[in-house]
Antibody
Framework: EVQLVESGGGLVQPGGSLRLSCGAS????????MDWVRQSPGKGLEWVGR??????????EYAASVKGRFTISRDDSKNSLYLQMNSLKIEDTAVYYC????????????WGQGTLVTVSS | DIQMTQSPSSVSASVGDRVTITCRAS??????LGWYQQKPGKAPKLLIY???SLQSGVPSRFSGSGSGTDFTLTISSLLPEDFATYYC?????????FGGGTKVEIK
C-alpha cells in the first residue's frame, strides 16, 4: 500500500525557517518525481514545487511565490522527501501535502495527509 | 502562467442528479488536464488524468472530456459520497496550476 506521511509542521514566526519531511513507503520511491502542494485555510490548492528522480538529475521546479525561499530535496536511501522553508511569510500559512507524481504525466496519484504550517507572530 | 477557471464555484444537487463542472484554461493545454476530488479535512484524490482517462479505482460514473482550453467533469448520477470539492489542474507547463474549485453541495 502506498503511503506518504508528512511531518515537521508547526508554528513559526515571520522570517523564520521550518523543514518539512515526507516519508514514503509501499512503492519504489526513487523511481518517482515528487511534488509539494499547499492549501491555505479555506482556500484552494497551490502547487509549490517538484523534484524529479535520479534519472532526471534530481532537478527541481518551483512556484514563483516560493522560489528563492523554499528548497525541495530528497534522500532516496531513506525514502524521504523534504521541503526547507526559509524567510517564511504569513501568507505561507497552509497545510502542506507531499504527493507522488504519476507515471501518466504531471498529475499526483497519491497524497499524504498533510501537515499544517502556521506563520504568525 | 496558465490560469485555470472553473465554473460554477458551487452547485447544489440531489442524489441521482447529473452534474457537470467546467474548467477553462487561459491558453491551450492539449489534453494535459486532471481532475481531483477533495473532502473536508482530507487530501485530494486524483479522478481523471489526460482530460478523459479514469484513474484506477475511480467509479465509472465520473467522466472527463475536452481538449485545448475547455474541459468538463461529469458525474452521471450523484451518490452521497460524491459531495465534495472538485479541482482541475493543468499539467502542460510549469508552474502547475489548479482551478479555484467547485463545491458540490447537497440540495
Amino acid at each position: 500500500e502506498v503511503q506518504l506521511v508528512e511531518s515537521g509542521g508547526g508554528l513559526v514566526q515571520p522570517g523564520g525557517s521550518l523543514r518539512l519531511s515526507c516519508g514514503a513507503s509501499g512503492f519504489t520511491f526513487s523511481d518517482h518525481h515528487m511534488d509539494w502542494v499547499r492549501q491555505s485555510p479555506g482556500k484552494g490548492l497551490e502547487w509549490v514545487g517538484r523534484i524529479r528522480n535520479k534519472a532526471n538529475s534530481y532537478t527541481t521546479e518551483y512556484a514563483a511565490s516560493v522560489k528563492g525561499r523554499f528548497t525541495i530535496s530528497r534522500d532516496d536511501s531513506k525514502n524521504s522527501l523534504y521541503l526547507q522553508m526559509n524567510s517564511l511569510k504569513i501568507e505561507d500559512t497552509a497545510v502542506y501535502y507531499c504527493a507522488r507524481r504519476a507515471y501518466s504525466g504531471g498529475y499526483c496519484d497519491y497524497w499524504g495527509q498533510g501537515t499544517l504550517v502556521t506563520v504568525s507572530s | 502562467d496558465i490560469q485555470m477557471t472553473q465554473s460554477p464555484s458551487s452547485v447544489s444537487a440531489s442524489v441521482g442528479d447529473r452534474v457537470t463542472i467546467t474548467c477553462r484554461a487561459s491558453q491551450g493545454i492539449s489534453s494535459w488536464l486532471g481532475w481531483y476530488q477533495q473532502k473536508p479535512g482530507k487530501a485530494p484524490k486524483l479522478l481523471i488524468y489526460g482530460a478523459s482517462s479514469l484513474q484506477s479505482g475511480v467509479p465509472s460514473r465520473f467522466s472527463g472530456s475536452g481538449s485545448g482550453t475547455d474541459f468538463t467533469l461529469t458525474i452521471s448520477s450523484l451518490l452521497p459520497e460524491d459531495f465534495a470539492t472538485y479541482y482541475c489542474q493543468q499539467a502542460n507547463s510549469f508552474p502547475i496550476t489548479f482551478g479555484g474549485g467547485t463545491k458540490v453541495e447537497i440540495k
